[in-house]
C-alpha cells in the first residue's frame, strides 16, 4: 500500500509541474436562492474511488451557518444526517477534528457556550454572527495576515482549525505522503461560503493544488476532518447527497465504509427568513 501510494504521489508531482489546469467545468446545480452544489471531476485521479469532489456554494445573505456541539445538546451522540434532522438544517459538515472528550481541538465558541476556551496554534479561524454591520457576515480568518486579537470580539461563533490555503491563495499544506478522504471549508473570492467533500483518497497538499486550479475561484480554506469520520449531507429540494469518508493511511485502507460515523461537532446551515 505505501509503494502505491508513492506510485500516485509521483505522478500526482509530475501532473503538476506539468502544470494543472481545469480540464473539467463546474456544473452549478440550483438549489435555491443563494445555494448551489456541484459535484467537481477532479483531473488527477485517486487511487480508488470515483475522484469526484462534492462542493455546496452558499451565499451567506441568504443562508446562515449555525454550530452544534454534542456538549450543548446532552452529549447525545448523532451522525451528520442526525443532526440535519435534529437541527432543520440543510446541510451538515464536520466542525473540526475533537478530543478524547468529544471537545474541539481548537477554540470553539458559540455564543455564549465555549466548547474550548483554548487558541491553539493554528491559523484559521471560522468566524459568523457578526456582531455588527461592518464585517462580513461569515470569513475564514487568517491570523498571520489578520488581526485575530481584534477579530476575535467581532462575531459570536468560532471554530478554530488547520489553514489550507492562505489570504494569499497559497498552499501551505506540508507536502506528505499520507492521503485521506476530507472535508474542508473554504470561501471563494465573491464571499460565498463552500462546504467541501471528498471521498477519493488524496494527499493533502496535492488536493489543495487541484482545488486551487479548479474554477471555482478559491480565496481560502480551512480543514476540517478526514477519512470514515469526514461528513458531508445535503438535502434540498429534491436533492440528497450523502458524503461518508473512508480511506485513511495507516488507520483505514479502505474504500469500504458505507455508513456515517457519529460527530460531536457540525456545521450546518438554514435558510435565513426574511
Same mark, same amino acid.
Given at each position: 500500500m505505501k509503494k502505491l501510494s508513492l506510485l500516485f504521489a509521483l505522478l500526482v508531482g509530475i501532473i503538476l509541474l506539468m502544470g494543472l489546469k481545469p480540464i473539467n467545468k463546474i456544473q452549478w446545480m440550483t438549489?435555491?436562492?443563494?445555494?448551489?452544489?456541484?459535484?467537481?471531476?477532479?483531473p488527477v485521479k485517486s487511487i480508488t474511488g470515483d475522484s469526484k469532489i462534492n462542493i455546496l456554494k452558499i451565499n451567506p445573505a441568504t443562508y446562515k451557518l449555525n454550530l452544534f456541539t454534542e456538549k450543548e445538546n446532552g452529549w447525545v451522540r448523532r451522525t451528520a444526517p442526525q443532526w440535519a434532522g435534529y437541527k432543520n438544517q440543510v446541510a451538515i459538515i464536520n466542525a473540526g477534528m475533537f478530543m478524547g472528550d468529544r471537545r474541539s481541538c481548537g477554540y470553539m465558541k458559540n455564543f455564549g457556550e465555549i466548547n474550548n476556551s483554548h487558541v491553539s496554534e493554528n491559523n484559521c479561524v471560522l468566524a459568523f454572527n457578526p456582531m455588527g454591520k461592518d464585517i462580513p457576515t461569515?470569513?475564514?480568518?487568517? %491570523?498571520?495576515?489578520?488581526?485575530?486579537?481584534?477579530?476575535?470580539?467581532?462575531?459570536?461563533?468560532?471554530?478554530q482549525s488547520i489553514r489550507m490555503v492562505d489570504c494569499n491563495q497559497v498552499n501551505v499544506w506540508k507536502d506528505v505522503d499520507k492521503m485521506w478522504s476530507v472535508v474542508t471549508i473554504a470561501m471563494d473570492k465573491d464571499g460565498n461560503v463552500l462546504f467541501i467533500?471528498? %471521498?477519493?483518497? @488524496?494527499?493533502?497538499?496535492?488536493?489543495?493544488?487541484?482545488?486551487?486550479?479548479?474554477?471555482?475561484?478559491?480565496?481560502?480554506?480551512? @480543514?476540517?476532518?478526514?477519512?470514515?469520520?469526514?461528513?458531508?449531507y445535503l438535502n434540498c429540494n429534491g436533492k440528497q447527497?450523502?458524503?461518508?469518508?473512508? @480511506?485513511?493511511?495507516?488507520? @483505514?485502507?479502505?474504500?469500504g465504509n458505507n455508513h456515517f460515523w457519529t460527530i460531536p461537532n457540525v456545521i450546518g446551515i438554514e435558510r435565513i427568513v426574511k
Open positions: 438549489l435555491d436562492d443563494g445555494l448551489y452544489y456541484a459535484e467537481y471531476d477532479s461569515v470569513q475564514i480568518i487568517d %491570523r498571520q495576515c489578520q488581526e485575530w486579537n481584534a477579530l476575535r470580539y467581532r462575531y459570536q461563533c468560532f471554530d467533500f471528498c %471521498r477519493s483518497p @488524496y494527499r493533502m497538499h496535492d488536493f489543495i493544488d487541484i482545488l486551487l486550479n479548479a474554477p471555482i475561484d478559491l480565496y481560502n480554506m480551512m @480543514y476540517l476532518e478526514g477519512g470514515p469520520l469526514a461528513s458531508f447527497v450523502k458524503g461518508i469518508g473512508s @480511506y485513511e493511511s495507516d488507520f @483505514y485502507e479502505s474504500n
